[in-house]
């Protein structure tokens, strides 16, 4: 069945960078746009930005541009997520989500199970 | 960027009764709005899209409805397993957004 699954917890002090991974397996990797999706502690999901698998392109929210780098290895079907300058305010689960629709918008289906990025001194 | 407002924030509801979830965009989204069921420690799911298509798999019970700035999600007989956060998103404005979430939690 498809699926992505993301890798393990992570904890960073302020200032650091994080890399978290997004595996698909079931479907064609290039196939289907990959978002990235945060949701802090007691807040709402967050839309972040995506990567065209296929092309390597990508495209940030503004408030994340210059902080963000999404990548991919499509050897291996994974998806990676790189958020720098880390504060306290990252502190949040970051899902993965396969994109259905066509520029930039449309709905997300399946989700990764969700990585927690805890920024603490 | 559209602002996409849920309510209420929590709703009490017993096994059986009908759940009757609020979603309403700060600007026309036509009918690109998404809902999507959390629940603690596991990936998000997707239930609804195009505001009235069920997704694969979704049981009957789950319905939604509404065009332009006013939608609704249905679940039209809770059962244990869908008490959880609900949340609408809509893709008909650049950036997609979503809305803050309402809790169903047993009554």
């Known amino acids: 069945q498809v699926q992505l699954v993301q890798s393990g917890p992570e904890v960073k002090k302020p200032g650091a960078s994080v890399k978290v991974s997004c595996k698909a397996s079931?479907?064609?990797?290039?196939?289907?746009?990959i978002h990235w999706v945060r949701q802090a502690p007691g807040q709402g999901l967050e839309w972040m930005g995506w990567?065209?698998?296929?092309?390597?392109?990508?495209n940030f929210a503004q408030r994340f541009q210059g902080r963000v780098t999404v990548t991919r290895d499509t050897s291996i079907s994974t998806a990676y997520m790189e958020l720098s300058r880390l504060t306290s305010d990252d502190t949040a689960v970051y899902y993965c989500?396969?994109?259905?629709?066509?520029?930039?918008?449309?709905?997300?289906?399946?989700w990764g199970q969700g990585t927690l990025v805890t920024v603490s001194s | 960027e559209t602002v996409m407002t849920q309510s209420p924030a929590t709703l009490s509801v017993s096994p059986g009764e009908r759940a009757t979830l609020s979603c309403r965009a700060s600007q026309s989204v036509s009918s690109n709005l998404a809902w999507y069921q959390l629940k603690p420690g596991q990936a998000p799911r997707l239930l609804i899209y195009g505001a009235s298509t069920r997704a694969t798999g979704i049981p009957a019970r789950f319905s939604g409805s509404g065009s332009g700035t006013e939608f609704t999600l249905t679940i039209s007989s809770l059962q244990s397993e869908d008490f959880a956060v609900y949340y609408c998103q809509q893709y008909n404005n650049w950036p997609q957004t979503f809305g803050q979430g309402t809790k169903v939690e047993i009554k």
């Open positions: 989500a396969r994109f259905h629709g066509d520029y930039g918008l449309g709905w997300f289906d399946p």
């Open positions: 079931g479907y064609t990797f290039t196939d289907f746009y």
């Open positions: 990567i065209n698998p296929n092309s390597g392109g990508t």
